[in-house]
C-alpha cells in the first residue's frame, strides 16, 4: 500500500514535469496547440519598441498682416490674396538656434522621462546623443505603447489665447496639475460617461482665469436670464457688445474655442474629452486620450520640438539559444545537488529528489498560469527560489521533523519574503519581476512541500497511519 | 571585546585586497559596459525575407573582426535586421551589404542604408529605478531586524546589517570590475541577488547568535 501511493504521487510528479517542461497539445483548427499557456517575457528577454526623436528641423508658415499680428483662418488664402490684402508669409523654425543647445536637450530628456513614468510605462531606458540633441528611448510593448508613442514628441505646449487678436492669456506656467477622470455629469446615467480633463491653476493662474472667465462671457440672447444673473453690470455688457472667445492651444494646435457662462474664481477647468457614451471601447479610448493630454500638459513644455524619426519593435538579442544554454546550465546545477541529496540521504534522499523537480516545475507552470512577467532578474529570482526549497528539503531530511525544519526556515527567510512582496508593488518590471518569482516561489515552497515532501516522506517512514 | 578568530581575519583580508584591487581597477581602467550600454554605431537592414542571425553573426566575424557585434531581428515579422557594433565604417557596411545580397539576393544599396549614432547609457540612468526600492526595502527589514535581534544589541546588529549589505555590495562591484565582466543586464539581476542571499545569511548568523544566547540563558 505505501509502495503504491509513493508510485502514485511520483506519477503524478512526472505528469506535472511534462506538462510543465513539454505542454498539453490538443488539436485546434488543423493543427496541435499548446493549452499551457506561454511565458510573458519583459523587454530585456522579449523585445522592446525602440523610438528615435530627432530635433525638428521643420519650419512652420505664418501669415501676418500690416500690424505683424498672426492672421487667423488665413490658410486657404492664394500668394495672390495675400499680397492683395498687404499680408506677408513668414517661415518660421519650430527650434531656433538658440533653443538648440545641450541644457535644453538635457531638459527634454529628463521630460520624457518624467512623461514616461507618469504614463506608468513599467520599464524602459532613454539615451540622449549630446551632440545633437537626439533622443532614443527603448520601451515595453504592451496595449499603451502605441498611444504613448503618438504623443511622445507632443511639447505640451499650453496656451489659452484670444481668439480674434491671438494675444496669449495663460499659458504652461499657469498651471498647477491636471489629471484626467470620468463620471456621470447629470443625474440621468443612462445618458453615458463622460470623460474630463481637469486642469488646476497656480495662485497666478487662478487670478488670470478669474479675469478671463469674467471678461469671455457667453452673450445672452434670452432675457429671462437675466434675472438670474447677480452681477447685471456684466451682463448689460455682453448684451452690448460683441461676444468675446478664447481658444485654447496645445502645440499650436487649436483644441477649443469657447467662452464662459460665468466666471470661475476656484481656479479648476474642467474640460469634456468627447461625448458622453456607455461603451466601453470609446470610453476607454476617451480615458487613454485624456490620459495622455494629462501627462503631455503636467509638467510643462519640452523646450525642444522633436520629430518621430524612428519607430519599430526589435526582438531582444537573448536569443532561444541563449535561453536553452542558460536552461541546461541551470538543470546541471539543480542535478548535481539532488545527486548530493540522493547520495546523503539514500531512498529519503531520491524520494526528495523527486519532489524538488516537481517543485521546479510547479513554480514554472505557477509563474504562467500568474502571468508573471520574465526579466533576467526574475530568472535569477527563480534560481534564489531554488536554493531555498533546497535549503528546505535539506533541512526536512536532516531535522527528520517537518514542523521544526519549516520554523527554522521560515523565521530565518522572514527578510527575503518581506523584500519579495515590497518589490511586487514596485512599478518597474525588472524589479516586480523579481519580486513576483520571489513571492510565488516561497508561497510555493511553503504549500509544496508539506503536501508532497511530507507525504513522500511519512510514507516512507511508514507512519501514515 | 571579542577577538577575531585567525579564519575570520583571513576572509577580512581577502575581501579588503579585493575591495582596493576593484577600486584601483575602476578609478584607473573604469569599468567594461557591455555594449549595450555603449556609445555605438548601428545600422539597419530590410532583407524581406525571413534569415537566421547565426548566418548574419557569420559574416560580421569575417567582416568585422575582434568587434563585440549584437545582431537583432526587427519587428514582428523578423524580416528586418539591426546589427549594433562599437564602431561601423563606409567599408564595413559596403562589404556586409554585399555580402547579404549575395546570400539572400536582395538588392540592398549601401548609399541608402545610414549609419546611426547610438549614444550610451549613463551608469545612473541604469541604477535610478533600484535607488528608491533598495532603500524602502533596507528600511523595513532593518526595522525587523532590529526588533527581531534586539537581544543582541541594537547598535551591534544594526552596524552589521548595514556593513554586511554594503561590503557584499561593494565585493561583488570590485569582482565584477577585476574580472572585466560586463556591465549589462546581468549586473542588476547579480546585485539583487547578492542582497538576498546576504540577507538570508544576515539572518542565519543572527538566528545562530541568538539560540546560543537564549541556550547560555537557560
New interface residues.
Partial sequence: MRKIKIVTIILAIIAITMISFFGIYVPEQNRMKNKVGDYAYAMDMGGSRKVRLKVSTQTKETIKDADGKIVKDADELTDEQIAEKGYVKEETPYNSDDVKNLENYRISKKMIEKRLKKSGTDNYIVKLDEENGDILIELTENKDTDMFVSNINTTGKYEIVDSETQEVLMNNSDIKTVTSGYGHPSENTEAGVQVYLDIEFNKEGAKKLEDITSKYVEKHHDDSSEEDTTDTEDTTDTEDTEEKTITMKIDDDEIMTTSFEEPIKTGKLRLSIGTQTNDADVLQEYINRASSVSVVLSDGKIPVKYDLYEDEFVLSDINHNDIQMGKYIALGIVGLALIILIIKYKSRGILVAFSYVGYLSMLLLTLRCTNVILSVEGLFGIGVVLILNYMLVNQILKVENIGKAYKDFFVKIIPIIILGIIFCFIKWTPISSFGMVMFWGIALIAIYNIIITNSLLKIKAGKEK | MKKMSTKTKIVALIIAIIIIAGVIVTLTVGLNFDL?YQSAKRIELYLGKQFE?EDIKKMTDDIMQNQEV???????Y?D?L?ILSNDITEEQKSSLIEKINEKYGTDLSADSIEI??????RGR?IIK??IM?FA??TI??LI??LI?YRRLGIMVTFFKTILALIVSQVLLLSIIAITRIPIG??T???V??V???T??G???NF?KKLDSKNGEEK
Fill in positions: 549595450r542571425i549584437i545582431i537583432q531581428k526587427v519587428e514582428v523578423e528586418s539591426s546611426e549614432t547610438i549614444p550610451h547609457t540612468d529605478p533600484y526600492p524602502i526595502v523595513i527589514i525587523y531586524i527581531r543586464i546581468l542588476m539581476s547579480m539583487l541577488t542582497y538576498v542571499l540577507l538570508l544576515i539572518a542565519y538566528e
